[in-house]
């Protein structure tokens, strides 16, 4: 059962960021891009309020990732 629900949109835009974001850094550096943007989904506090969404959270401005 996944923790964060998602569409295949959002799986494809997450693991397109990673690689983007980490490609350098190896598996490991990627994983904790993809560890980043769920751990902010799931986020409650006063920064994060407005991304309960992957794609909220990529997407998020200003802070969220580049395109």
Known sequence: ?????YSDNELNTLARL?????VGDGDLGML???????????ATCYTF???PTIN???YQTPGGFTK
């Open 1 to 5: 059962m996944a923790i964060v629900k």
């Open 56 to 58: 909220d959270v990529i």
């Open 18 to 22: 990673m690689r983007a974001e980490a």
């Open 49 to 51: 309020r407005t991304t």
């Open 32 to 42: 904790m891009v993809g560890n980043v943007v769920i751990n902010r989904t799931l």
